[in-house]
């Protein structure tokens, strides 16, 4: 199977044996992102950063964002027109699915994978049974595609070995923003793939950032399914993950208790968009962060801090009492800008709440929706959006 895109970004690939590599396959099919850590906050990423500068240069790789330029890899690939209905594209990053958003098959895998596809510009995959969610009405008010996401968790479980599929009546009424924060999210139900079909709405945001052709894939008419499940979305209200793990471990926010928060924390590449800022900002203009809860927002790219500075969203977060950071990867991962520590409580907006993602494994770690956070970090403790005005 020919990749159409393979990007290359973790620490994990630059210690590989890179340097024994002869010639690539094509590098204008290979990309190069740094993000986990940037700038360098240590010797092993100053390290890490330094390979990747020199294999940009010695297979002169173009395509290659260094710091100044930097996002997270997801971000700066829907940004970059680089995910395009109906290709494949390879990354060195488990959330690499997020791309299923534009109709792309898209998957994160190992270093050796990496290099293979670097080597020959192709690798394989085999091909999983689906499972298909047709999707009617459209979300409310200060509900978003995080609350969908942790809808589906709680309710159906994972989907390992499976792909999620995802069309129906409502899907236009999806934002690409909200899409994007579903297929990212689709690896933490284990989910091999997770796709969208690609519909007008899908296809005009492509082209607003592409240089090449859409080649949309669509279902077949006949198509089978391992589960087939039509999901109102106006029947979704604001979800939250409980600690420890998403899947058959979500309640609507009314059903958690007073639940206190020390550090509410908004971005990563599924909800450190602009759209998630913007929600984010909305919730919290002319109100301040809780006394001893603190309030860390990390945008997703250069562009999107940018964009939020123009539109005031940062100064609205910084006399609100947040913190605002440096676009990368930040508190999700757990080991720069933002690392919580033991006994505390987080309610995060970022990919994963598993024990010990963000800092201390005896911290708990609670999923919620930008809207959700920026809320609770209001009062202090686990709150509904829509009781914020």
Known sequence: MRVDIAVLLDTQFWNSNWERLR??????????????????PGLREA??????????RRFNVTRFFDVG????????????????????LACSDSHTCAAGAL????RGLGAAE???????????????????????????EDVTGKDLFLHLAGAFGDAINHAWEFGG???????????RTIAAQGAEVAADFTIFEADERCLAYVAERASVPSNPAHPDPDARYASRRSIDMSTVGPMVARPDAVIDNVAPVADIG????????????????????????????????????????????????????????LTTFVEAGAVVTNPTCGACPGYTLGVIGPGETCLTASTR?????????????????PATVAASAITGHITDPRTIR
């Open 103 to 106: 109709n792309v098959v898209a």
């Open 69 to 88: 330029n930097h996002g997270i890899v997801h971000q700066v690939i829907d940004e970059q027109g680089w995910a395009i209905p109906g290709q494949v």
């Open 169 to 179: 009546p409502g899907l236009g009424s999806l934002p690409m923003s909200e899409r």
């Open 47 to 56: 390290a890490g950063n330094t390979r990747a500068r020199q294999f940009a």
């Open 114 to 140: 990496m290099m293979q596809i670097v080597c020959t510009g192709a690798t394989w995959f085999q091909v999983p049974p689906t499972m298909r969610y047709d999707l009617t009405g459209q979300l409310a």
């Open 353 to 369: 709440n598993f024990r010990g993602r963000m800092g201390s494994p005896d911290a708990a770690i609670y999923m919620a929706s």
């Open 258 to 313: 007073d639940v206190h928060i020390d550090q509410c924390f908004i971005g990563s590449c599924a909800n450190g968009k602009i759209e998630d800022l913007e929600v984010a900002a909305r919730v919290l203009s002319g109100n301040s962060v809780a006394p001893g809860t603190r309030l860390i927002i990390t945008p997703a790219s250069q562009a999107t801090y940018a964009e939020a500075s123009r539109r005031g969203y």
């Open 23 to 40: 010639s690539v396959h094509d590098p204008e099919r290979i990309a190069i992102v740094l993000d986990h850590a940037i700038p360098a």
